[in-house]
């Protein structure tokens, strides 16, 4: 199983980097990939994170799943890249695609989430079109996934475990991480 999580100045970090780290530890092949045309990324708290790769090499016919992490301006900038919009079309037909916060509203700008079971950052409601809206941490939506916000990180991350790995793999994770619902 491989992953991507797309990185663009202004991400919110702890909705990536704890994505990044559960499915690391998930033994899921995790790629941060920078869509900013470099390899270091500034964070939304100025964080400056060295990713991976640059968007434009990485192999997506490999890769199983994309993660977008929210951030009001690290959304607007994953927005910018055609790249992501173009992969989010396509994981969204054929593959697995997730987003948290600020982010799933680019999946409903894209029209990806019409008439589909979603959630994301309160600030972003207005924004989610023709999305089913769910006031919960977590909406499964067929092979959509989305987060309300930072909060949501973790059951986030073990969501897409489970997707990816099973239930088994996220009870090992939580149990060796000290998670307590």
């Known amino acids: 199983m491989k992953a991507v999580v797309f990185l663009a100045d202004g991400f919110e970090e702890c909705e990536a980097l704890i994505v990044v780290d559960i499915l690391r530890r998930a033994g899921i092949e995790t790629l941060m990939a920078s869509v900013m045309g470099r390899p270091a990324v500034d964070s939304s708290r100025h964080i400056k994170v060295q990713a991976d790769a640059l968007a434009e090499d990485v192999d997506f016919l490999n890769t199983d799943l994309i993660v977008l992490p929210g951030g009001r301006l690290g959304t607007e900038n994953l927005a910018k890249s055609t790249l992501v919009r173009a992969q989010c079309r396509f994981f969204a037909s054929f593959k697995r695609l997730a987003a948290i916060c600020a982010a799933p509203s680019l999946l409903a700008e894209l029209g990806l989430l019409n008439g589909k079971e979603a959630t994301c950052h309160p600030d972003f409601t207005s924004s989610m079109k023709d999305a089913l809206l769910r006031e919960e941490s977590v909406v499964v939506s067929g092979n959509l996934t989305t987060g309300q916000g930072l ?22 994770i939580k149990a060796a991480i000290c998670y307590k619902q």
């Open 151 to 172: 909060g949501a990180a973790f059951p986030f991350a073990f969501e897409l475990v489970k997707q990816l790995a099973g239930e088994e793999k996220v009870q090992q």
